[in-house]
C-alpha cells in the first residue's frame, strides 16, 4: 500500500488476460516503466489466478499452463520480476491471489479437478418445462455466459436483449404464455422481465405462439465442476479441506516475497447455491442448535420459475449469516497469519461494491457497526463485518456512468453509477480501512472522456482508484490520459483509520 497519507492508485494485472506481456522480464520492466511514468504508485499482480494455477515459483500450486495457446514460460518468476522492477522505480507490489477458485471451468484444469473433494457442492435445479401443444423440454442451463447445444433458459440476469444461436429457436415466454418463437439469428429479442426466453435446437420440438406454458422445478445437488450456473472459476467449500491449502498458499508467498501487501481476491462463495455439501450441512446444523434440518427446503426451495429467486425457508436468514462467518472466520485467521510472518506486510481485499446484494456470496465486507436493517439480514449479521481486518478495501464500482447524473440521463437507476458506488462503499465501511473505488475499464470503451471522468469521481469520493484492468490501458492507449487525472503524487483528500 501507499503511505497513509498519499492516494492509493493500484492497476490490477489479471494473469490470463497479460500472460504474454508478463512472460519475461523486458515485459514487465516495460509495465513497471508505463506505470510509473503515469503516476501509478501499486501494481497488483495476480499470481494464483481462479483457475489455481501459479505464476509464480510455488511447491504448492501447479505452473500456470498453456492461455489461449500461449504457455507460460515454465522457469519465469513473474512475481520475483515485479518485485525488483517495480521496486527499483518506487513502485508497491501486491500479490493477488484467488482465494476459493482453484479451477477454469473452459480449461478444465486446476487443484479442484484433482481433487474433487474439495470442491462446493451446489443446489442448483432443472427445470420441467409443458407446452399446451404437447411438447416437454427439460432444462438445465439458466443463464450461460456461452451458448450451449442444449435447451437452456435466459432471463434478465443474462442481459435484456439477445439473439439467437446460431441452429436454434428461441421461444419468449411471458406470463406463462408463448409470445413469440424466432427462428432467425438477426432478430433481437426482448427479454421480459417476468418471463425469460428458452433456447433449444431447432429440431427438438415444435411450439407455437399463444400456448400456454408451465414450469416444474426439480432440485439436483453437483458439484462445483458440473454446475449449470455461469461462473469461469471451480470453486472450493470455504470450510472443507481446501481451506489449510489456501492459508498455506499465503504463507508460501509472504514468506518467499518481498510484497508490499497481499490482496485476496474471490474470498467468498460463488454464488447463493453453495455450498450444500454434507459437511456444511453438519456444521450449519451444529452451529444452529435445532437438530437436524430439511435439506435444502430449511433454507430455500427453487422456484418453479428459474426467472424469479428461491423461495426463503424457515432457516434462510440464519444461513446467510452462518455464510458471512464462514468468511469472516477465515479472513480473521488470514491477516492474522500475514501479520505474523512478517508484520509490515498489509492485507487487502478486492470486494463487490454492491453491498445490498453481497451476501449471496457470503461476505459482509462492512464494518461491524454497519446495520442497514436489510430485510435478509439476521439482528446479529453486523457482527460478521470484516473490514477492520484489512488494510484496504476495493470495492467494485463498475458501472458505465461516473455520476448519478449520468446515469439519470441514460435513464438508468442513479444506483448505477460509480458516485453512488463510492458514497455505498464508504457509507458500508465507514472509515475502518482505506476504500479504492474500483473501476471496470471495458466499461469505458471508445468513451475516453467518460474514463477521464469516472477516474476524477474515484479520486475524488474515495482514497484512490483501482483500475481493472492492465490489458485495456495496453488495447485502448490511454497511459497518457492517466498521466493527466492523476498528476504527480497527489494527498488523499480523506482521512481514515490508521
Given at each position: 500500500m501507499t503511505e497513509d497519507n498519499l492516494q492509493g492508485r493500484l492497476l490490477w494485472c489479471d494473469a490470463e488476460a497479460n500472460c504474454s506481456r508478463m512472460a519475461d522480464s523486458a515485459g514487465v520492466a516495460d509495465i513497471a516503466?508505463?506505470?510509473?511514468?503515469?503516476?501509478?504508485?501499486?501494481?497488483?499482480?495476480?499470481?494464483?489466478?481462479l483457475g489455481g494455477e501459479a505464476l509464480y515459483k510455488s511447491d504448492l500450486a501447479p505452473r500456470l499452463g498453456e492461455v489461449e495457446g500461449f504457455i507460460y514460460p515454465k522457469e519465469f518468476d513473474l512475481l520475483k520480476a515485479m518485485v525488483?522492477?517495480?521496486?527499483?522505480r518506487g513502485l508497491k507490489v501486491h500479490a493477488a491471489i484467488n482465494v476459493f477458485a482453484e479451477g477454469h471451468r473452459q480449461w478444465g484444469r486446476g487443484p479442484a479437478y484433482q481433487h474433487p473433494e474439495w470442491q462446493a457442492t451446489m443446489c442448483e435445479g432443472t427445470w420441467d418445462i409443458k407446452f399446451s401443444g404437447g411438447a416437454c423440454i427439460t432444462a438445465e442451463y439458466l443463464d450461460p455466459w456461452d451458448p450451449v447445444d442444449e435447451p437452456t433458459i435466459y432471463t434478465m440476469k443474462s442481459?435484456?436483449?439477445?439473439?439467437?444461436?446460431?441452429?436454434?429457436?428461441?421461444?419468449?415466454?411471458?406470463?406463462?404464455?408463448?409470445?413469440?418463437?424466432?427462428?432467425?439469428?438477426?432478430?433481437?429479442?426482448?427479454?421480459?422481465?417476468?418471463?425469460?426466453?428458452?433456447?433449444?435446437?431447432?429440431?427438438?420440438?415444435?411450439?407455437?405462439?399463444?400456448?400456454?406454458?408451465?414450469?416444474?422445478?426439480?432440485?439436483?445437488?453437483?458439484?462445483?465442476?458440473?454446475?449449470?450456473?455461469?461462473?469461469?472459476?471451480?470453486?472450493?467449500?470455504?470450510?472443507?479441506?481446501?481451506?489449510?491449502?489456501?492459508?498455506?498458499?499465503?504463507?508460501?508467498?509472504v514468506s518467499k516475497y518481498d510484497v508490499d501487501a497481499i490482496t485476496f481476491d474471490r474470498m467468498r462463495y460463488p454464488n447463493l447455491?453453495?455450498?450444500f455439501s454434507e459437511l456444511s450441512r453438519?456444521?450449519?446444523?451444529?452451529?444452529?442448535?435445532?437438530?437436524?434440518?430439511?435439506?435444502?427446503?430449511?433454507?430455500?426451495?427453487?422456484?418453479?420459475?428459474?426467472?424469479?429467486?428461491?423461495?426463503?425457508?424457515?432457516?434462510?436468514?440464519?444461513?446467510?449469516?452462518?455464510?458471512?462467518?464462514q468468511i469472516h472466520d477465515f479472513a480473521d485467521e488470514a491477516v492474522a497469519l500475514v501479520r505474523?510472518?512478517?508484520p509490515a506486510t498489509k492485507?487487502?481485499?478486492?470486494?463487490?461494491?454492491?453491498?445490498?446484494?453481497?451476501?449471496?456470496?457470503?461476505?459482509?465486507?462492512?464494518?461491524?457497526?454497519?446495520?442497514?436493517?436489510?430485510?435478509?439480514m439476521t439482528p446479529e449479521y453486523h457482527r460478521t463485518?470484516?473490514?477492520?481486518?484489512?488494510?484496504?478495501?476495493?470495492?467494485?464500482?463498475?458501472?458505465?456512468?461516473?455520476?448519478?447524473?449520468?446515469?439519470?440521463?441514460?435513464?438508468?437507476?442513479?444506483?448505477?453509477?460509480?458516485?453512488?458506488?463510492?458514497?455505498?462503499?464508504?457509507?458500508?465501511?465507514?472509515?475502518?480501512?482505506?476504500?479504492?473505488?474500483?473501476?471496470?475499464?471495458?466499461?469505458?470503451?471508445?468513451?475516453?472522456?467518460?474514463?477521464?471522468?469516472?477516474?476524477?469521481?474515484?479520486?475524488?469520493e474515495t482514497n484512490g482508484v483501482m483500475l481493472f484492468d492492465l490489458v485495456y490501458l495496453e488495447k485502448y492507449g490511454w497511459w497518457d490520459a492517466l498521466k493527466e487525472e492523476m498528476p504527480g503524487a497527489a494527498m488523499s483528500p480523506h482521512n481514515v483509520a490508521p
Open positions: 516503466a508505463k506505470a510509473a511514468k503515469a503516476n501509478v504508485n501499486t501494481l497488483i499482480v495476480d499470481v494464483k489466478p525488483e522492477e517495480c521496486h527499483s442481459g435484456a436483449r439477445r439473439h439467437c444461436d446460431a441452429g436454434n429457436v428461441c421461444v419468449v415466454i411471458q406470463e406463462g404464455r408463448v409470445v413469440q418463437v424466432v427462428h432467425e439469428q438477426t432478430v433481437e429479442i426482448s427479454v421480459p422481465a417476468d418471463g425469460c426466453v428458452l433456447s433449444l435446437p431447432s429440431d427438438s420440438a415444435v411450439i407455437a405462439p399463444d400456448e400456454t406454458v408451465a414450469f416444474r422445478c426439480n432440485p439436483v445437488f453437483r458439484l462445483a465442476q458440473d454446475s449449470k450456473v455461469s461462473t469461469f472459476g471451480i470453486f472450493v467449500n470455504p470450510i472443507g479441506p481446501a481451506r489449510e491449502y489456501e492459508l498455506k498458499i499465503i504463507e508460501e508467498i447455491y453453495a455450498d453438519t456444521a450449519f446444523e451444529e452451529w444452529l442448535g435445532q437438530g437436524a434440518l430439511n435439506w435444502p427446503t430449511d433454507i430455500f426451495v427453487m422456484n418453479d420459475h428459474p426467472w424469479k429467486p428461491p423461495t426463503p425457508g424457515k432457516h434462510y436468514k440464519k444461513w446467510l449469516e452462518w455464510r458471512a462467518w505474523r510472518i512478517k492485507v487487502g481485499v478486492y470486494v463487490g461494491s454492491w453491498y445490498e446484494s453481497y451476501y449471496d456470496v457470503g461476505v459482509n465486507w462492512a464494518r461491524p457497526s454497519f446495520r442497514p436493517g436489510y430485510d435478509w463485518g470484516y473490514a477492520e481486518m484489512f488494510d484496504y478495501i476495493c470495492t467494485g464500482c463498475y458501472y458505465p456512468h461516473a455520476t448519478r447524473a449520468d446515469a439519470r440521463s441514460a435513464g438508468r437507476s442513479e444506483g448505477a453509477s460509480v458516485e453512488a458506488a463510492c458514497g455505498m462503499s464508504i457509507k458500508a465501511v465507514d472509515g475502518a480501512t482505506p476504500i479504492y473505488a474500483s473501476l471496470y475499464l471495458r466499461d469505458y470503451a471508445d468513451k475516453l472522456d467518460a474514463f477521464r471522468k469516472a477516474v476524477q469521481v474515484a479520486l475524488l
